[in-house]
């Protein structure tokens, strides 16, 4: 992956961090989703999108994110 793509994800989820420690959550599961379609393949955007969706009491579509996450990790 190209560097600059590289950058803009991480750029992008930290923006979705950020919004989601501050209780805004639907802004943050945007930038996760974001980071999702230059990179459908990103654990931490996975992972980071189903914890924040858990927070919004949305538990078996955070469990499912979380379970992409970590077979991305693995290597699944």
């Known amino acids: 992956m190209e560097l600059d793509k590289i950058k803009i994800k991480q750029d992008l989820v930290k923006e979705g961090d ?3 420690s501050q209780g805004r959550y639907e802004e943050a599961i945007n930038f996760y989703d974001k980071v999702l379609q230059i990179d459908p393949d990103d654990a931490d ?4 999108k189903g914890i924040t969706l858990k ?5 078996s579509e955070g469990t499912r994110s979380i ?3 970590i077979n991305l990790y693995i290597g699944r």
């Open 18 to 20: 950020i919004r989601d």
């Open 55 to 59: 927070k919004m009491g949305k538990h």
């Open 45 to 48: 955007a996975w992972f980071n």
């Open 67 to 69: 379970e992409t996450a």
